[in-house]
C-alpha cells in the first residue's frame, strides 16, 4: 500500500500515520519529523530547513523532493510506504508522480482530514504547550495555515482529478477518526 495522507497541520495527520503504519505494516515517513531530527543533529540538511520551519514556512522543494527521493529508495520503503507532510506543493506531488512511474508503483490513495479552522487553531495552541515545539506559537501557526491554503490546498485538485482523493473527518477522539480511516483503507484495499 502506498499511501499520501493530506491536511492541515493540527488535524491529526501524525497521531493517525503511526496506527495506519502499524496495521498495514508500511513505513511512515514524516518530513517534518526528518527535518526535526536533522535540526536536532546540527546536520547540513537541519541548518538549511530550521529557518524555514521557525517562521512556519515551507522548506524549499528542491531540497524537500531530493530527502524524500533518498528515503523511498530504502529497501525498508520497496512494499509500501505512508507519506505524512508530503507532497505539500504542487512541484512535489509532480516529482513523486515522476519518480513512482519510473518505479511503476503509482499511489493507492490520497487521504484529506477534514477539521475547521477554528478546531485547528485550538489544538495547536495545545500542542505547542504540550510539546514545546517552537514552530507552535500564534504567529507562526498563522503563518503555516497560510502557507497550507495557498501551496498545499491545490494538491486536493490534483489528486481528485487523478481519482485518488478520500475523505475523512477528522473531528471527534483520535479512536474514532482511526476506525473512519483504517474502514476506508480496508475497503479500497479490498475493492
Ligand atoms: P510538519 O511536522 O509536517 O508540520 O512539518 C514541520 C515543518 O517542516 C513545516 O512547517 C515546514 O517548514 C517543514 N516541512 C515539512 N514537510 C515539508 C514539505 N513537504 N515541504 C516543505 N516544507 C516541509
Redesign the pocket.
Known amino acids: 500500500m502506498r499511501l499520501v495522507l493530506l491536511g492541515p ?1 493540527g488535524a491529526g ?2 497521531t493517525q500515520a503511526t496506527t495506519i503504519a502499524e496495521e498495514f505494516g508500511i513505513v511512515h515517513v ?4 526528518i ?2 531530527g536533522n535540526v536536532g543533529q546540527g546536520t547540513d540538511l537541519g541548518m538549511q ?1 530550521k529557518a ?2 521557525d517562521r ?6 528542491q ?2 523532493i531530493a530527502m ?1 527521493i533518498d528515503r523511498l529508495a530504502e529497501p525498508d520503503a520497496a512494499s509500501g510506504f505512508l507519506l ?6 504542487v512541484p ?1 506531488a509532480e516529482a513523486l508522480e515522476v519518480v513512482l512511474q519510473e518505479r511503476d508503483q503509482p499511489l493507492d490513495a490520497v487521504v484529506r482530514f477534514n477539521v475547521s479552522e477554528e478546531e485547528l487553531l485550538a489544538r495547536l495552541e495545545g500542542r505547542r504547550e504540550e510539546e514545546g515545539r517552537t ?1 507552535d506559537d500564534s504567529e507562526v501557526i498563522r503563518k ?1 495555515l497560510v ?1 497550507y491554503r495557498t501551496k498545499t490546498a491545490p494538491l486536493e485538485s490534483f489528486y481528485a482529478e487523478r481519482g485518488l482523493l478520500h475523505d475523512v473527518d477528522a473531528i471527534g477522539t483520535v479512536e474514532e477518526v482511526s476506525e473512519r480511516t483504517l474502514k476506508l483503507l480496508r475497503r479500497l484495499g479490498t475493492s
Open positions: 497541520p495527520k501524525g514524516a518530513t517534518g519529523d527535518f526535526r530547513a524555514y520551519m512556519g514556512e515551507l522548506v524549499p522543494d531540497v524537500v524524500v505524512d507532510g508530503f507532497p505539500r506543493t512535489q514552530d503555516r502557507e
